[in-house]
């Protein structure tokens, strides 16, 4: 069933076969819609990036930068550098108004090929894994509390990490407004958490708790790798920063709206990461922070006993929240990716009733799943961020090429040239550094997987085979019978 099929069944469904002017609006609303506003906008970025990495990477940042001066030091420069891409992807997203994050970048800056191995990478990999990530540990801490003493086994672990992907795809596919409802909800629960960490923080600092920040420098790293991995874990926790970016088309008003959001959320996520750390440090050493299983469930038991529960609950909230909004926006550039033709058009059809891309959040919830089958998290956050930050410094490159290239483009927001320079040297220090100091295989198999998108592309994106063609036709007509959907229409 084609667009024409869709028109003409909601016709006979009304009674008339005339096209009147409320059957147009009908029709015409077979789109995304505009329904993220500002605060939406704020609570997506936040909750995004406030997932578990807080209560965890603090001792991943403390391992590879030595002590306490340079671990806050750089949680605090992951916060400049995260606010300086953001930056830049505000006067992208206002300047290419597209949903789907840096994908619509790349056609304008590089073209088709760049464009297609980058949705390919994220599609395939980077963004299920990142969903993967976060509902697994969503997963440790929910069951933790019902296997005292001991780890919770790990069929349990992922049973629930796959249950919770079945939730929150079905919500997203539910309805955009309660998507939002939700991330707002889990929004509110992790900074309500991050608000009592801190208080504490403060109470035991004015009590005269400072004998961890005596002599903070001692013991600083030096090796230009472990810096390097240092800022990798810190940047993970902060990874979320370009979310908005991936639902523009949705936004009520992405000129006012883009930038704003960016200029509010990301500060507020640094301010609360550096006093989250400093709450840690009040009361945990290095070394018992580093040997903790879970740093912000060790300080709950030691500061707010007996109401230290509400730590791994909230904890779960934020998970839950991080989740949700992964998903949201990983839909929006499978979305976008098959109206351009390179993934199956399915993918960017939209449901008629609830105006949710349904096909393509059901495919990132199923490609997460099978994630979650084989792998650790520590393999996954591995993977996925040698390329995703390799993806963030060629969106920095498209805006410097397109100030050449692409003069006539309009620029409500228009960033200094040099901060996307900045942006570019540090991705090529995040990606090459690690692989220098430590090299290791998943590198080279992201390289490879990288590329080997291309194999698909010349036949299917380049070519466009017939016999392709004929084959998803009758599995695309049954899809969307099955699922209610049909082709986005253009909207002004």
């Given at each position: ?15 008339s076969t005339d096209l009147t002017k409320d059957n147009k609006e009908v029709v015409k609303a077979v789109a995304l819609q505009k329904d993220v506003g500002l605060l939406s906008g704020i609570c997506l970025i936040v909750g995004t990036m406030i997932g578990s990495g807080i209560f965890i990477s603090p001792k991943s940042v403390l391992l590879y930068s030595g002590a306490v001066g340079p671990c806050l030091l750089i949680w ?231 109401a230290s529960w509400i730590v791994p609950l909230f904890v779960v909230f934020s998970t839950f929240g991080s989740a949700n909004g992964s998903c949201f926006t990983a839909g929006r550039l499978v979305y976008a990716s098959g109206r351009e033709g390179h993934m199956v058009k399915i993918l960017s059809y939209i449901n008629v009733k609830r105006y949710t891309p349904a096909p393509a959040l059901i495919f990132n919830g199923v ?126």
């Amino acid at each position: 069933m084609d667009e024409s099929g869709i028109r003409k069944r909601k016709e006979s469904q009304n009674g008339s076969t005339d096209l009147t002017k409320d059957n147009k609006e009908v029709v015409k609303a077979v789109a995304l819609q505009k329904d993220v506003g500002l605060l939406s906008g704020i609570c997506l970025i936040v909750g995004t990036m406030i997932g578990s990495g807080i209560f965890i990477s603090p001792k991943s940042v403390l391992l590879y930068s030595g002590a306490v001066g340079p671990c806050l030091l750089i949680w605090t420069a992951c916060g400049v550098l995260s606010t300086l891409g953001a930056l830049c992807y505000a006067e992208l997203g206002t300047m290419i108004t597209k949903s789907g994050g840096e994908y619509p970048y790349f056609m304008e800056a590089f073209g088709s090929i760049v464009a297609y191995l980058y949705s390919w990478t994220t599609i395939m990999v980077l963004k299920p894994s990142s969903f993967a990530i976060i509902t697994l540990s969503f997963a440790e801490y929910a069951s933790t509390p019902f296997y005292p003493g001991c780890s919770p086994p790990l069929i349990v672990t992922k049973c629930l990490a796959a249950a919770a992907i079945l939730i929150i795809t079905s919500i997203n596919c539910l309805s955009v407004k309660l998507a939002s409802y939700v991330q707002n909800f889990f929004t509110a629960a992790k900074l309500i958490i991050i608000l009592v960490i801190v208080g504490a923080g403060i109470v035991l600092l004015a009590q005269g708790k400072t004998e961890n920040f005596s002599n903070a420098f001692d013991g600083t790293a030096t090796s230009f790798g472990a810096i390097g991995l240092a800022f990798y874990n810190g940047l993970w926790a902060y990874d979320g920063w370009n979310q908005l970016n991936f639902i523009t088309e949705e936004l009520k008003d992405p000129f006012r709206d883009l930038p704003l959001a960016i200029v509010i959320g990301i500060p507020l996520v640094t301010v609360c990461y550096v006093l989250v750390n400093v709450a840690y440090f009040t009361v945990m050493t290095t070394t018992e922070l580093l040997l903790s299983p879970a740093v912000a469930v060790t300080f709950g038991d030691r500061v707010l006993y007996p109401a230290s529960w509400i730590v791994p609950l909230f904890v779960v909230f934020s998970t839950f929240g991080s989740a949700n909004g992964s998903c949201f926006t990983a839909g929006r550039l499978v979305y976008a990716s098959g109206r351009e033709g390179h993934m199956v058009k399915i993918l960017s059809y939209i449901n008629v009733k609830r105006y949710t891309p349904a096909p393509a959040l059901i495919f990132n919830g199923v490609l997460a799943i099978f994630y979650i089958i084989p792998a650790d998290i520590n393999t996954l956050i591995n993977y996925f961020s040698f390329a995703q930050w390799f993806f963030y410094g060629l969106a920095a490159l498209a805006l410097i090429v397109m100030r050449f290239t692409r003069k006539d483009l309009d620029r409500p927001v228009k960033i200094p040239v040099v901060l996307a320079g900045i942006m570019v040297l540090v991705s090529c220090y995040l990606v090459l550094a690690p692989i220098i100091d430590q090299p290791e295989l998943e590198y080279l198999y992201c390289t490879i997987f990288i590329f080997s998108g291309l194999i698909l592309y010349y036949p299917f994106v380049y070519r466009k085979v017939n016999w392709g063609r004929k084959i998803m036709r009758p599995i695309t007509m049954h899809l969307q019978l099955l699922m209610d959907v049909a082709p986005p229409e253009k909207t002004e």
